[in-house]
């Protein structure tokens, strides 16, 4: 008996899966290509000029190292300017401040005296600081003045230094030249007291600061 022909619509499944394993084998083969061509870790098409992290090409060291240099000089530039900015003024110096002053202090003044009694030494003082001109400050200094010394005392004695009368005369013989009753009369020691002060010191109040000062004039 002849064999029967295979129908034609029986060679159509080897058909399919021949195109089908045609087109695996294309896309096995597109893949690869692809692989070699994309950069896997951009995502980016590889180009001539890609290297492995730090094996940089000849071409571009040069250039690596200007940009570098050129960011390192941009902050730096940035910091510095922002110093100059930020930085505070300068505090001013402070006002100089005057030495205190070295010398001695004016004249000193003294209470002012009470009016003396007429007939005493006192009023006849009194009288004679004004006949020199000098006010009434100037007798106050000198009734404190002589009332220290000597209390107004005609006979007031120093017994350690030997001065004496009312303006405590050293020598007491010194006041002979203004009269030979020096020893008992409160007139002649005045004058010749008021004598002296005025060739000495100036004023009572002069001879009063310097007694204030050391304790003697």
């Not at 870790?41 to 000849?58: I, K, N």
Request: aromatic share 10%; proline share 9%; charged share 10%.
């Amino acid at each position: 008996m002849p064999a029967r022909p295979i129908p034609r619509s029986m060679h159509r499944p080897r058909s399919r899966s021949h195109v089908a394993l045609s087109l695996f084998a294309f896309t096995a083969a597109a893949a690869f290509v692809l692989v070699t061509v994309v950069d896997p870790y951009s995502g980016a098409t590889a180009s001539p000029y890609f290297q492995v992290p730090g094996a940089a090409s000849d071409r571009y060291k040069g250039e690596a190292a200007q940009s570098l240099l050129v960011a390192s000089t941009v902050a730096n530039a940035v910091v510095i300017d922002s110093y100059t900015i930020n930085e505070p003024e300068p505090e001013p110096a402070p006002a100089p401040v005057a030495a205190a002053s070295a010398t001695s202090p004016g004249p000193v003044s003294a209470a002012p005296a009470a009016v003396p009694d007429p007939g005493s030494a006192q009023a006849y003082a009194y009288g004679a600081v004004a006949s020199r001109g000098w006010g009434e400050d100037q007798y106050s200094c000198l009734v404190s003045l002589w009332n220290k010394e000597s209390g107004w005392r005609v006979n007031a004695m120093n017994s350690s230094s030997g001065a004496y009368g009312i303006p405590q005369s050293l020598p007491g013989s010194k006041m002979a030249s203004a009269g030979s009753d020096w020893e008992t009369n409160a007139g002649t020691q005045i004058e010749w007291g008021l004598g002296y002060i005025s060739g000495r010191y100036g004023t009572p109040c002069g001879a009063w600061g310097h007694s204030v000062d050391v304790g003697w004039y």
